[in-house]
């Protein structure tokens, strides 16, 4: 369309004019006009469902042109008549908006694993059958979790509202109506998969508990809605699932519904920790790397910290501390980190041999964990057991040239581990002095963080003193 056409949508709506522009843009019938309004369809589909101003302007001016022809070549001048005849002219349906099974346009239109698009109540039917593959393509489903397509849901909506049609809605059942409060949870569906992990298929536990997975990582809604149908105990039961990949799901599902403060109290009353601290002694990688980060996101209530490290947590958190990938490492750090805060759990990290393996970090660089081995060592370093393991790894060198070269934060955690070490050690002391730890610790006096140059301080002035006995 024109830019002159555009820009008569606003301004004229007398029929004479909207004839005018339809022979000069030669939309002189229906058909024409449907496969005007079709183009039309396939742009704001391409759009991305976002599209711009002269979309919608120019879907006005078919509408007005449309009503125009309809008025003069079919219907009577009668108004009434007019608008009946209208709400039996439905626009044609775009392909992409039906489901292939109904082929309805689609309420609540999900993706399954091979990508393509169903209506939710229809390819449900289809798996409850037992189907194991894709009515569309045949192809096998590598799982028979669906996910919401919400893209192609608010695509429907707006179409819907183009055309002037009221926008589909879902079919509700008396349980998914206790989710008001909830308005982008859909607890029936919810419900329905609960079924399905109490059901002892495995297969069902698996797919139920990776969408289950996905709806709680999605939303704040999703998480309290989850828990409130019953959720926790059933996927605190699936932590023990011999099959990897159904326990990777239920743990994943924990972490993000532990997301909510809320939830975390009731997963620790469901008796999760302990399930959780198998699964990361046990578990697949991805499995154990999730369970580290559920168990620090639990910890950070201060009395799940006695109740994690009691749980035997801490020796399995360094295990992954050495082996996991590099996201699994940083989870397993933070989360040995925020329970050592806990002055028994830096007794157990301790006894667990973790120094020997900060103290190699610390001097390989390219492993990416100097930042939370220092911050490790530095927590360590006030507890009396903490100093002492510290103090026979040989560390005061390696402490001084992170002054020397490293980040400020890194600086700063360096000169409270050496500070803790040098207060009451003599020996210590003196390496520090050996080293030339005196030139760092200036350098921190005048451009350190405020810790840094307490720490520094009192650093200098023991120096000092060492140095006049």
């Known amino acids: 369309m024109t830019d002159l056409a555009l820009a008569q949508v606003g301004r004229y709506s007398d029929p004479i004019v909207l004839k005018r522009l ?11 006009l449907k496969k005007e309004s079709l183009a039309l369809h396939e742009m704001v589909i391409s759009s ?10 120019m879907s006005t001016l078919l509408k007005k042109i449309k009503d125009c022809l309809l008025l003069e070549t079919h219907l009577p001048e009668n108004i009434e008549s007019r608008t009946s005849s209208f709400k039996y002219r439905s626009p044609v349906i775009p392909d992409d908006f039906r489901c292939p099974i109904s082929l309805e346009l689609m309420r609540d239109p999900v993706i399954v694993s091979t990508g393509q698009t169903y209506e939710r109540s229809c ?9 194991k593959t894709c009515p569309k393509t045949q192809q096998n489903l590598s799982h028979t979790a669906i996910t919401p397509n919400f893209v192609l849901k608010s695509l429907i909506a707006q179409w819907c509202e183009a055309n002037g049609m009221e926008p589909p809605k879902k079919h509700g059942s008396p349980r998914g109506k206790r989710s008001g409060n909830h308005p982008d949870c859909d607890r029936a569906a919810i419900d329905s998969l609960l079924l399905k992990m109490e059901s002892g298929n495995q297969e069902e536990q698996r797919a139920a508990a990776g969408e289950l997975r996905l709806l709680a990582k999605r939303n704040a809604d999703n998480r309290v809605c989850i828990a409130e149908a019953g959720a926790i105990p059933l996927l605190v039961e699936l932590l023990s699932s011999p099959d990897s990949r159904t326990q990777e799901h239920a743990v994943t599902a924990l972490l993000n519904l532990s997301i909510n403060e809320g939830n975390k109290s009731s997963i620790v009353d469901s008796g999760a920790i302990p399930e959780i601290v198998q699964v990361l002694k046990n578990g697949s990688m991805e499995a154990r790397e999730n369970a580290a980060a559920t168990l620090f996101s639990l910890s950070v209530v201060d009395g799940n910290k006695v109740t994690i490290g009691a749980a035997g947590a801490i020796p399995a958190l360094i295990d992954l501390l050495c082996e996991g990938s590099p996201r699994g490492k940083k989870d397993a750090a933070t989360a040995i980190f925020n329970l050592a805060i806990f002055q028994g759990n830096k007794v157990r990290a301790v006894k667990a041999g973790i ?11 390219t492993g990416g964990m100097v930042d939370e081995a220092l911050m490790i060592l530095a927590v360590l370093s006030s507890h009396p057991e903490g100093k002492a393991a510290i103090a026979l790894s040989d ?15 890194n600086r700063e955690n360096s000169a409270a581990v050496l500070w803790s070490l040098c207060t009451s050690d003599a020996q210590q002391l003196e390496a520090a002095r050996e080293v030339g730890a005196e030139e760092p610790l200036k350098e921190l006096v005048e451009s350190g963080t405020d810790r840094a140059k307490r720490k520094a301080v009192s650093l200098l002035e023991l120096i000092r003193r060492s140095a006049e006995g």
């Open 395 to 409: 560390p005061v060198a390696v402490l001084v040239e992170v002054m020397r070269t490293g980040s400020s934060r």
């Open 123 to 131: 390819i449900q039917k289809w798996l409850d059958s037992g189907h």
């Open 355 to 365: 120094v020997g393996h900060l103290m190699r970090m610390l001097v390989d660089p």
């Open 22 to 32: 339809s022979e000069k843009l030669q939309l002189t019938t229906l058909n024409h």
């Open 48 to 57: 991305g469902g976002n599209p711009d101003d002269s979309l919608e302007e």
